[in-house]
C-alpha cells in the first residue's frame, strides 16, 4: 500500500513537472551564466542566478540557498529550480534566492585544489557581492548550502567548517569518501570532531541517498551525537512512475538514481524543500 501510494504522489508531481519543463519557463527569474571579477583574486567566478517570483529589492533581505554542483560540473540548475517552484506553489517554501556558483569541477569545493579557489571566490566575493546587489540576507539562519554527489560532500563540509555562514546543509548522494578522522578522505571533515558541539547546537543537516552510500559518515554523525534527517530513495523501481528522472532513459526497467533531477523529484523533493524553510529563519521588514 505504502508503495502505491508513493508512486500515485510521484506520478502527480512528475506530471506537473513535466508540464513546466516542457513550458521552459520559470515563474521567478532564472539568469544563467553570469560573471562576476572577484575584488580580491581577481578572478571570474561564472554563475547561476535565480531570484523568486515578485522580487524587489525593497522586499529583502532574501534567504538565500547555495547550490553546489558535482564533480562533473552538473547542476540541473534549471529543473532544480522548477522543483523548488513546485514546493511554492504547495506552500512547502517560501521566497528563496538561489546561486549555483560554475565549473568547479574536481574541487571538492575547497581552496587549493586543481588551482581553483571555490571557497575565496564564492563565500568571501561573490555573496558579499550579491547582497548588496539583490538585497539578500546577511544572517546566517536563512542561509543554506546545498549540493549535489560531488557538491553534496562540499555542503556537508561548507556546513561544518562555515558555521558562521550557514545554519543548513542539505546533501544530496553525497559518496563514501567523507571522514572526520581519516586526513587521506576525499572529503576529510575534522571540523565534525573539532566542532562538535557546536555543530550539535547549530547545524541542520540533512542527508537524501539514491545510488551512492554514506552509512560511515552517518555512523560517525551517530557516534558524535550530531542529529541529522536522512531519506534514502526507494529501492523498489514500482514506486518510480513512467518519464521518472529516476529512471535510466535507455531501459526504464533500471534505476538512475544519482542525478541531481531525480534527488530533488517528487515527494522526496518536496521533503528537502520543506527541510530549509522549517530551518530558515525569516527576517520581518517593518517599512
Not at 517560501?94 to 569545493?109: A, I, L, N, R, S
Not at 572529503?187 to 540533512?206: C, D, F, H, M
Not at 541529522?228 to 529512471?247: E, H, M, R
Not at 515527494?267 to 528537502?272: F, H, K
Amino acid at each position: 500500500m505504502k508503495i502505491l501510494n508513493l508512486l500515485f504522489l510521484s506520478s502527480m508531481l512528475l506530471n506537473v513537472q513535466t508540464a513546466q519543463a516542457g513550458s521552459g519557463i520559470h515563474e521567478g527569474r532564472y539568469q544563467k551564466n553570469l560573471k562576476y571579477k572577484g575584488l580580491i583574486t581577481g578572478d571570474e567566478i561564472i554563475y547561476t542566478l535565480y531570484l523568486p517570483p515578485g522580487y524587489a529589492k525593497d522586499k529583502g533581505p532574501y534567504p538565500l540557498i547555495v547550490f553546489l554542483h558535482g564533480a562533473g560540473g552538473g547542476n540541473a540548475s534549471l529543473q532544480v529550480m522548477q522543483s523548488y517552484e513546485l514546493a511554492r506553489e504547495a506552500g512547502k517554501i517560501g521566497d528563496f534566492t538561489v546561486v549555483f556558483p560554475e565549473k568547479y569541477g574536481g574541487t571538492v569545493w575547497r581552496d587549493g585544489a586543481r588551482g581553483k579557489r571555490p571557497e575565496t571566490n564564492i563565500l568571501k566575493e561573490l555573496l558579499p557581492y550579491l547582497e548588496k546587489e539583490h538585497t539578500l540576507t546577511q544572517d546566517r539562519r536563512a542561509r543554506t548550502v546545498m549540493g549535489f554527489s560531488m557538491g553534496a560532500a562540499g555542503s556537508i563540509y561548507w556546513g561544518a567548517k562555515h558555521l558562521d555562514i550557514f545554519s543548513t546543509a542539505v546533501a544530496l548522494d553525497a559518496g563514501g569518501g567523507t571522514s572526520f578522522t581519516d586526513p587521506q578522505a576525499r572529503n576529510y571533515v575534522p571540523e565534525y570532531g573539532k566542532k562538535t558541539k557546536a555543530i550539535q547546537e547549530s547545524l541542520k543537516l540533512r542527508l537524501v541517498q539514491g545510488g551512492l552510500n554514506t552509512k560511515k559518515f552517518r555512523d560517525s554523525l551517530d557516534q558524535l551525537k550530531i542529529s541529522y534527517d536522512y531519506f534514502q530513495l526507494p529501492n523498489d523501481i514500482a514506486a518510480y512512475p513512467a518519464g521518472s528522472c529516476c529512471l535510466n532513459k535507455k531501459d526504464p526497467t533500471r534505476k538512475f538514481l544519482h542525478n541531481p533531477i531525480c534527488m530533488t523529484e517528487n515527494v522526496w523533493g518536496m521533503a528537502t524543500w520543506a527541510f530549509i524553510e522549517k530551518n530558515t529563519f525569516t527576517e520581518k521588514i517593518i517599512k
